[in-house]
């Protein structure tokens, strides 16, 4: 397994930029916005989308997530989105871990899932949602379960031990969408907000049976940052209808 995951992430990059280009572009050089891609003329309502950026990492450290998202056009405006998560170990982690253990058996498990939703609202006159750059609302509720498999041996060693990690943020978000030929969406966005998050572990041994639970110190892994400071930013793809 080679560790080629950036080219992909670097790719959707330039394509999102030249799409910005193209669009200013022909405002530059007179032409009508219905005429230049028909983005006022019946815009497309439905978009589903994913985020092949979250596939190989996540909010999480060390989990990545497969993404399904959809979002509706209520009015020329705005819109809403919903989205739900699977995720589990990134296999850049499951790379390195695996080069570290040279050859030895993999014992790590994640599980979870992460549900988000946004509402969105489309700020430039000349375009009618969901084309555009826009600002919204967004809040996620992100859950998973790390573990030893029964089957391994560490797992009694380590008191039958596993964590359940919580990860709870909302946001105040700003983004730009493109929808080219009203089919292929990709958008764009980052964010700022509050979020709380924390880890329980639970333990069963033999002489011990417990819960310990304790929040996250995130200045830790991103010094300089508030513990309840909250940055985002997702690259999403996918058609529209």
Avoid at 182 to 200: C, E, H, M, Q, S
């Amino acid at each position: 397994m080679q560790p080629v995951f950036k080219v992909g992430s670097i790719r959707y990059g330039i394509l999102l930029i030249m799409g910005f280009f193209t669009l200013q572009s022909a405002r530059a050089q007179g032409f009508s916005m219905d005429t230049a891609d028909l983005l006022v003329k019946d815009p497309p309502l439905q978009i589903f989308k994913t985020s092949p950026m979250a596939m190989l990492f996540s909010q999480i450290p060390g989990t990545a997530e497969t993404r399904m998202m959809y979002e509706q056009v209520h009015s020329p405006k705005r819109s809403s989105v919903i989205a739900l998560s699977y995720v589990y170990i990134s296999p850049l982690l499951e790379e390195f871990i695996a080069q570290q253990l040279n050859g030895l058996p993999f014992e790590l498990k994640i599980n979870g899932f992460r549900i988000q939703g946004a509402t969105k609202h489309y700020i430039i006159n000349e375009f009618l949602a969901p084309y555009g750059i826009y600002i919204g609302l967004h809040a996620s509720y992100n859950s998973l379960k790390a573990y030893i498999p029964k089957s391994s041996p560490y797992r009694r060693t380590l008191n039958n031990a596993f964590e359940k990690t919580i990860f709870l943020n909302t946001n105040v978000i700003g983004g730009l969408q493109i929808v080219f030929f009203k089919k292929f969406a990709i958008d764009a966005y980052a964010g700022l907000g509050y979020r709380n998050n924390f880890i329980t572990i639970h333990e069963q041994g033999i002489s011990y049976t417990g819960v310990r639970k304790y929040q996250i110190d995130m200045q830790e892994v991103f010094p300089g940052i508030g513990n309840n400071l909250k940055l985002s930013f997702s690259i999403n793809m996918g058609l529209a209808f």
